[in-house]
């Protein structure tokens, strides 16, 4: 523990916890209609799936919008774009709170857009604080950086009781504050290593289109204007957004989609990240209408669940350090799709399916460390780039997974049919990591494990 800490102190440490709480609180904005929903379903008297559509919304809009931002991280200063988004972020509470009346579901849906903005957060705090460490740092400070996604734990403890006690609407605005802080950390420590190239302009105008293209994309998705409606228009609703945001990238960034190893780890991520986030934008509806819990105990487990799988992802990234990023990723996935597979074929006794959703997160964790320690390593150029893409590909599985259990919940009055699904992805994944893993493993004298330390304020080459 003590040479971690020594290792932190030898790069920017101040600019990584600055990073850490620009996540944490984008994370807590992301996911705040999730511990929520239990409130906003009953009132605006939503059906299953429609429920499940409103949850996921602001988990595509944050997994879309991470391949702009992650591209305009590429070209402009990265305590800048944070400071935007967490102005993009807060006015969605903004809204609740001076609202005259309760929203509508359509309001509510341009709403989740822009809580996207918080969880889109992921492609410029992660890159920022990688920037200030060596390469052989990346696993640990990123894993450190990423665990900001301990934000969900905010949303499970924190506003349920609120909801009860003032409503929902009212709870929503206790965020603001936690974003005022991570605005404060920002301007005082965060710092940004790394070095910048391309057209601020385009970059800037690329952001600015995708937010309004999504916004605009899923009220006509929710007014099955795109010539299909019901399941099918929001099934395809994350096809249409990323083919918009891929079009905006240059040319030469489009050519890492040509690469087999891009869509692996997008997969991967899919499944690992997508399970994190999707679950817990899910969980509290998911335990009540298994288990016939109270909505604010809900809450608690949602908190505890996400703490479990925040808390081991700088573990994960640690093990792949040390062990390899491949090797632990056959773990984590075997673990998902076996906790998964249980849940298809039968419903667990309360204690049991507590416990096996605690198993699941702990892999979600462990498998989100891995990845992305393989990220800088595999992509040292385009780490600002394949940030934002994988990010983009895990928040997409995210989206799927509470709109997929909210349509066969609503279909067969089981939620069997939609964890079989995700156990047979989960296995996929497993078999192509097996295949191709081995060539994601760097050589020893790639890495350069004696390598010192850079100093505060350096550069990190590349990107």
């Given at each position: 523990m003590a040479k971690i800490g020594h290792y932190l102190r030898s790069g920017d440490w101040r600019s990584l916890v600055a990073s850490?709480?620009?996540?944490?609180?984008?994370?807590?904005?992301?996911?705040?209609?999730?511990p929520l929903a239990p409130y906003m379903g009953p009132h605006l008297h939503l059906a299953p799936a429609a429920l499940g559509f409103l949850v996921a919304v602001p988990v595509l809009s944050g997994a879309l919008l991470r391949v702009p931002l992650g591209n305009l991280y590429q070209t402009l200063d990265g305590r800048t774009i944070a400071l935007m988004g967490i102005t993009l972020s807060a006015l969605t509470p903004l809204y609740l709170l001076l609202a005259p009346a309760a929203p509508t579901f359509g309001v509510l849906l341009v709403l989740g857009v822009l809580l996207g903005v918080g969880g889109a957060s992921f492609a410029v705090a992660l890159p920022m604080a990688g920037s200030g460490y060596p390469p052989r740092m990346q696993g640990l400070v990123l894993g450190l950086a990423a665990a900001g996604n301990i934000g969900a734990v905010l949303d499970g403890v924190l506003f349920p009781?609120?909801?009860?006690?003032?409503?929902?609407?009212?709870?929503?605005?206790?965020?603001?504050?936690?974003?005022?802080?991570?605005?404060?950390?920002?301007?005082?420590?965060?710092?940004?290593?790394?070095?910048?190239?391309?057209?601020?302009?385009?970059?800037?105008?690329?952001?600015?289109?995708?937010?309004?293209?999504?916004?605009?994309?899923?009220?006509?998705?929710?007014?099955?204007?795109?010539?299909?409606?019901?399941?099918?228009?929001?099934?395809?609703l994350p096809v249409f957004g990323m083919a918009f945001m891929v079009a905006l990238l240059p040319s030469a960034q489009r050519r890492v989609l040509r690469e087999g190893d891009a869509w692996a780890f997008f997969l991967i991520y899919a499944i690992t990240f997508g399970g994190f986030v999707g679950l817990s934008a899910y969980v509290s509806v998911l335990l009540i209408a298994l288990y016939h819990i109270p909505k604010v105990l809900a809450g608690l487990l949602m908190a505890g669940l996400a703490f479990s799988g925040a808390t081991v992802r700088p573990l994960g990234g640690l093990l792949a350090d040390h062990a390899g990023g491949p090797r632990i990723l056959l773990y984590a996935l075997s673990g998902i799709a076996l906790v998964d597979l249980a849940f298809a074929l039968f419903v667990p006794a309360p204690a049991v399916g507590i416990a096996a959703l605690f198993a699941l997160y702990f892999c979600f964790g462990i498998g989100n460390g891995a990845t992305f320690q393989m990220v800088p390593l595999c992509w040292p150029?385009?780490?600002?780039?394949?940030?934002?893409?994988?990010?983009?590909?895990?928040?997409?599985?995210?989206?799927?997974?509470?709109?997929?259990?909210?349509?066969?919940?609503?279909?067969?009055?089981?939620?069997?049919?939609?964890?079989?699904?995700?156990?047979?992805?989960?296995?996929?994944?497993?078999?192509?990591?097996?295949?191709?893993?081995?060539?994601w493993v760097l050589p020893a004298q790639q890495v350069d494990i004696e390598a010192q330390p850079v100093p505060t304020g350096a550069a990190i080459e590349g990107d």
């Amino acid at each position: 523990m003590a040479k971690i800490g020594h290792y932190l102190r030898s790069g920017d440490w101040r600019s990584l916890v600055a990073s850490f709480l620009y996540f944490d609180t984008g994370f807590t904005v992301w996911l705040l209609f999730g511990p929520l929903a239990p409130y906003m379903g009953p009132h605006l008297h939503l059906a299953p799936a429609a429920l499940g559509f409103l949850v996921a919304v602001p988990v595509l809009s944050g997994a879309l919008l991470r391949v702009p931002l992650g591209n305009l991280y590429q070209t402009l200063d990265g305590r800048t774009i944070a400071l935007m988004g967490i102005t993009l972020s807060a006015l969605t509470p903004l809204y609740l709170l001076l609202a005259p009346a309760a929203p509508t579901f359509g309001v509510l849906l341009v709403l989740g857009v822009l809580l996207g903005v918080g969880g889109a957060s992921f492609a410029v705090a992660l890159p920022m604080a990688g920037s200030g460490y060596p390469p052989r740092m990346q696993g640990l400070v990123l894993g450190l950086a990423a665990a900001g996604n301990i934000g969900a734990v905010l949303d499970g403890v924190l506003f349920p009781p609120l909801a009860r006690h003032y409503g929902w609407q009212a709870a929503m605005t206790a965020v603001l504050p936690l974003l005022a802080l991570a605005a404060f950390a920002l301007w005082v420590w965060g710092r940004d290593h790394a070095p910048k190239a391309g057209s601020i302009p385009r970059a800037l105008m690329g952001f600015w289109g995708a937010l309004i293209f999504l916004a605009a994309l899923v009220m006509v998705t929710h007014k099955g204007w795109l010539g299909v409606s019901g399941h099918p228009a929001v099934l395809l609703l994350p096809v249409f957004g990323m083919a918009f945001m891929v079009a905006l990238l240059p040319s030469a960034q489009r050519r890492v989609l040509r690469e087999g190893d891009a869509w692996a780890f997008f997969l991967i991520y899919a499944i690992t990240f997508g399970g994190f986030v999707g679950l817990s934008a899910y969980v509290s509806v998911l335990l009540i209408a298994l288990y016939h819990i109270p909505k604010v105990l809900a809450g608690l487990l949602m908190a505890g669940l996400a703490f479990s799988g925040a808390t081991v992802r700088p573990l994960g990234g640690l093990l792949a350090d040390h062990a390899g990023g491949p090797r632990i990723l056959l773990y984590a996935l075997s673990g998902i799709a076996l906790v998964d597979l249980a849940f298809a074929l039968f419903v667990p006794a309360p204690a049991v399916g507590i416990a096996a959703l605690f198993a699941l997160y702990f892999c979600f964790g462990i498998g989100n460390g891995a990845t992305f320690q393989m990220v800088p390593l595999c992509w040292p150029k385009r780490r600002g780039l394949m940030t934002g893409l994988i990010g983009a590909a895990g928040g997409i599985g995210g989206f799927y997974l509470p709109v997929v259990l909210g349509i066969v919940k609503q279909a067969t009055a089981s939620y069997r049919g939609g964890f079989a699904v995700f156990a047979g992805l989960a296995m996929v994944a497993t078999v192509l990591v097996q295949v191709r893993g081995r060539s994601w493993v760097l050589p020893a004298q790639q890495v350069d494990i004696e390598a010192q330390p850079v100093p505060t304020g350096a550069a990190i080459e590349g990107d």
